[in-house]
């Protein structure tokens, strides 16, 4: 059974992270990576994407609304309100299932004080228009750029080019440190602020137990015992192609945590590899692209001009989604049917047809970098029998 998910660690780059989490300045080093990478002064380790952005809105302290896509992971909107925020969503393009420059313009109300500009599924949205709509005194734009690490808008990194920007380790996302999320920006003022926030911090979680935690993973999602994963997985939680999730209301304990420097030195171990990771990406999402090309029931997402995606999966949209999911099922196949929710149905927000939509028909084909060429076009190939 092909897994819907591997994380991109190996057994040796556990042992190894390990051996190195107690070295002194090895976090040091993962900071000035990926301020190097994407051209900015500060870098802050956290234990994930939503702590960063808890973190940064904090700091920037100017609570009001919040515009994001209204289709997107709902720890999201939760650390939004965490922060004593308001989220206010927008309905994506169905077709990018990102936001377009028009709708946010026209969602731009006076209370906003943060954009997030999202690049779902690690495809970059259209970040040029929009930072030349915002005035920048007035409004924070902030790149959640958590599954999107090393995607390319017009040969730049994304994460770049807001006035801040989130990345996120967590096992599914194009580096896997198996938790993990960091925190960019070259302001000065809220690196300051968001220095002070972090005296503030827990400790970090507890490395043997993350070490634990991603040797198990990496066992049950070997194409060996994922069958029985899966069996134990729908025992447990069941599956459910579309539903209504309930928004977490009051911040879990020990939120506002900093990264372990176990998970600190997987990341940096994999970023050494991080070329080679995208770019097997890139090949897996264009075997599916070649092979399913004018498939009647499959369409794919279109993808903004002069944009590298990061494809942490490949979004392909199908009318009946259960039917789909089945169909691969049988071929031996595990699609990814995350995000299987509107935030907007969450919130009890009405009219936001295209991310209910989005929820309903779209499910991501594997692009793990440990994936082979010969798996993704038998997977193809199943997919067009469809
Ligand atoms: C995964 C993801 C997040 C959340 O990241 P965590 O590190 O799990 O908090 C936020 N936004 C997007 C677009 C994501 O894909």
Same mark, same amino acid.
Request: glycine share 4%; with cysteine; charged share 20%.
């Given at each position: 059974?092909?897994?819907?998910?591997?994380?991109?660690?190996?057994?040796?780059?556990?042992? @190894?992270?390990?051996?190195?989490?107690?070295?002194?300045?090895?976090?040091?080093?993962?900071?000035?990576?990926?301020?190097?990478? @994407?051209?900015?002064?500060?870098?802050?380790?956290?234990?994930?994407?939503?702590?960063?952005?808890?973190?940064?809105?904090?700091?920037?302290?100017?609570?009001?609304?919040?515009?994001?896509?209204?289709?997107?992971?709902?720890?999201?909107?939760?650390?939004?309100?965490?922060?004593?925020?308001?989220?206010?969503?927008?309905?994506?393009?169905?077709?990018?299932?990102?936001?377009?420059?028009?709708?946010?313009?026209?969602?731009?109300?006076?209370?906003?004080?943060?954009?997030?500009?999202? @690049?779902?599924?690690?495809?970059?949205?259209?970040?040029?228009?929009?930072?030349?709509?915002?005035?920048?005194?007035?409004?924070?734009?902030?790149?959640?750029?958590?599954?999107?690490?090393?995607?390319?808008?017009?040969?730049?990194?994304?994460?770049?080019?807001?006035?801040?920007?989130?990345?996120?380790?967590?096992?599914?996302?194009?580096?896997?440190?198996?938790?993990?999320?960091?925190?960019?920006?070259?302001?000065?003022?809220?690196?300051?602020?968001?220095?002070?926030?972090?005296?503030?911090?827990?400790?970090?979680?507890?490395?043997?137990?993350?070490?634990?935690?991603?040797?198990?993973?990496?066992?049950?999602?070997?194409?060996?015992?994922?069958?029985?994963?899966?069996?134990?997985?729908?025992?447990?939680?069941?599956?459910?192609?579309?539903?209504?999730?309930?928004?977490?209301?009051?911040?879990?304990?020990?939120?506002?945590?900093?990264?372990?420097?176990?998970?600190?030195?997987?990341?940096?171990?994999?970023?050494?590899?991080?070329?080679?990771?995208?770019?097997?990406?890139?090949?897996?999402?264009?075997?599916?692209?070649?092979?399913?090309?004018?498939?009647?029931?499959?369409?794919?997402?279109?993808?903004? @001009?002069?944009?590298?995606?990061?494809?942490?999966?490949?979004?392909?949209?199908?009318?009946?989604?259960?039917?789909?999911?089945?169909?691969?099922?049988?071929?031996?196949?595990?699609?990814?049917?995350?995000?299987?929710?509107?935030?907007?149905?969450?919130?009890?927000?009405?009219?936001?047809?295209?991310?209910?939509?989005?929820?309903?028909?779209?499910?991501?084909?594997?692009?793990?970098?440990?994936?082979?060429?010969?798996?993704?076009?038998?997977?193809?190939?199943?997919?067009?029998?469809?």
């Amino acid at each position: 059974m092909i897994s819907r998910s591997v994380p991109t660690y190996t057994y040796s780059d556990l042992w @190894h992270s390990l051996k190195r989490r107690s070295q002194q300045g090895s976090d040091q080093v993962l900071r000035s990576r990926l301020a190097e990478m @994407h051209h900015v002064k500060y870098v802050f380790l956290l234990d994930s994407a939503r702590v960063a952005l808890y973190a940064l809105l904090k700091a920037y302290n100017r609570p009001g609304g919040v515009l994001m896509p209204a289709y997107t992971c709902i720890v999201v909107p939760e650390a939004v309100c965490y922060a004593g925020y308001t989220p206010v969503f927008v309905d994506i393009d169905y077709h990018s299932l990102n936001l377009t420059t028009k709708d946010v313009r026209q969602a731009l109300r006076r209370d906003i004080t943060v954009i997030l500009a999202t @690049h779902l599924f690690g495809i970059p949205c259209e970040l040029d228009e929009l930072s030349g709509i915002l005035d920048p005194d007035r409004v924070l734009l902030v790149e959640d750029a958590a599954a999107a690490l090393g995607a390319e808008y017009q040969c730049q990194p994304v994460g770049s080019f807001g006035n801040a920007a989130i990345l996120s380790f967590q096992a599914t996302k194009v580096v896997a440190g198996e938790a993990g999320g960091a925190l960019l920006t070259n302001d000065d003022n809220l690196a300051t602020k968001v220095t002070r926030l972090l005296e503030t911090a827990v400790p970090p979680v507890d490395s043997w137990q993350l070490f634990a935690k991603s040797f198990a993973r990496k066992m049950v999602t070997s194409d060996r015992l994922y069958s029985l994963t899966q069996f134990g997985y729908r025992a447990l939680h069941g599956e459910e192609m579309f539903e209504i999730v309930t928004p977490q209301n009051h911040i879990p304990q020990r939120f506002l945590a900093n990264n372990s420097p176990f998970s600190n030195a997987l990341i940096t171990l994999q970023l050494d590899r991080l070329k080679w990771n995208l770019s097997r990406r890139r090949k897996l999402a264009q075997i599916y692209q070649e092979f399913l090309a004018g498939h009647p029931k499959l369409t794919h997402c279109r993808i903004p @001009h002069r944009c590298l995606p990061a494809w942490i999966q490949y979004p392909i949209f199908v009318e009946d989604k259960k039917a789909f999911y089945k169909h691969m099922q049988h071929a031996g196949v595990d699609l990814s049917w995350t995000y299987r929710y509107s935030c907007a149905d969450s919130y009890k927000k009405e009219g936001y047809p295209n991310a209910k939509k989005a929820a309903q028909t779209v499910v991501g084909l594997p692009t793990y970098p440990l994936l082979l060429d010969q798996q993704a076009r038998a997977i193809a190939r199943s997919a067009s029998l469809y």
